[in-house]
C-alpha cells in the first residue's frame, strides 16, 4: 500500500475540481476521485494515474442523495488527508420560477454534502496532526445575486462555514482555505443557464490557472484564495456599497436576455 497522503475531490471528472486533482497529484497525492458521471471519471482517473504515477480510486456517486457520503466513507480503503469539495453548481433563474426539486439539490450538494464530508473527514486529521480542506466558493459567497439568489446564498455558507473552520483548527497542523473564483470555462455555465443571462458575454479565467492559483493559496494556509485581480477589487466592493445597492447591481448585470 502507498505511504503517499490521499486527496479526496469531488466533481472531479471535468472543470475545476479535475483540474484540483491534477495539482494534487503533481503534489505527490494518491487519489479519491468523486463525480456523477462514470465514463468521464474513468477516463480522468486514467489519465491522473498514467501521468503522475500515483494511484487514482474512482467512486460514481451524486452528492443530490443524502446518502452518498455514506457510501463514499464506506469504500475509503484509507485515511483521506485532503479533502476537496469541487462539487456543486448554480442556477441562473428567478426563485419562483425555478423547480422546487433543483433548489433543493443545488443546497444538497452545495451545503449539505460539502458539510457532511467535512465532518467526516476534519476530525481525523485535527487528531493526526496533518492535512486540510479545499472548499470551493465563489466571489459570489461576498455577494447577493438576485435571479441567483440560492446559489448565492449557499457560497456565501461555504465561504463563512471555511473562516469559521479554519479558526477553529487553527494551531493543529490542519487548514482550511476557500477558494472564491469568478466565472472560470467549464461546463458550470450552460446547466446553470448562465447563456440566458447577460453575463454570457463576461471574461472568464481557464479552469487550470483558477485551480492552480486554488492549490498555491491552500498548500500555504491561506484561509481565502480570490484568483484575478479583477475579482480581488470586487469582493471588496460590498465594504463601501450598501447591501441593497449592490444586490440591485447584482440584478442588472445577471438580468435575463430578452
Known amino acids: 500500500m502507498s505511504d503517499r497522503p490521499v486527496a479526496l475531490v469531488t466533481g472531479a471528472s471535468g472543470g475545476i475540481g479535475l483540474e484540483l486533482a491534477r495539482c494534487a497529484a503533481a503534489d ?36 443530490e442523495d443524502p446518502a452518498a457520503v455514506g457510501r463514499i466513507g464506506a469504500r475509503l480503503e484509507r485515511p483521506v488527508d485532503v ?41 481525523g486529521m485535527v487528531e493526526r496532526g496533518r492535512g486540510g480542506i479545499l472548499n470551493v466558493a465563489s466571489v459570489a459567497g461576498f455577494l447577493s445575486g438576485p435571479n441567483a439568489a440560492v446559489y448565492y446564498a449557499t457560497k456565501n455558507y461555504v465561504v463563512a462555514l471555511s473562516e469559521g473552520l479554519a479558526e477553529e483548527v487553527r494551531g493543529t497542523g490542519v487548514t482550511v482555505t476557500a477558494l472564491c473564483p469568478g466565472p472560470v470555462e467549464t461546463g458550470f455555465q450552460e446547466r446553470a443557464g448562465m447563456h440566458e443571462t447577460s453575463m454570457k458575454s463576461m471574461a472568464m479565467m481557464d ?37 441593497r445597492l449592490m444586490a440591485r447591481m447584482v440584478a442588472g448585470v445577471q438580468r435575463p436576455d430578452a
Open 28 to 63: 505527490g497525492h494518491d487519489l479519491v476521485l468523486v463525480a456523477r458521471r462514470a465514463d468521464a471519471l474513468e477516463a480522468a482517473a486514467g489519465e491522473l494515474a498514467s501521468r503522475y504515477r500515483v494511484a487514482a480510486q474512482t467512486i460514481v456517486e451524486d452528492l
Open 83 to 123: 479533502l476537496v469539495n469541487n462539487a456543486g453548481f448554480g442556477i441562473w433563474r428567478a426563485f419562483g420560477a425555478t423547480d422546487p426539486a433543483a433548489i433543493d439539490g443545488m443546497v444538497a450538494v452545495n451545503v449539505a454534502a460539502l458539510t457532511s464530508l467535512a465532518r467526516a473527514h476534519l476530525p
Open 207 to 243: 479552469a487550470r490557472t483558477c485551480a492552480e492559483a486554488g492549490w498555491r493559496g491552500f498548500r500555504a494556509g491561506r484561509v481565502l484564495v480570490v484568483p484575478g485581480a479583477g475579482n480581488k477589487a470586487l469582493v471588496k466592493v460590498p465594504r463601501f456599497v450598501p447591501r
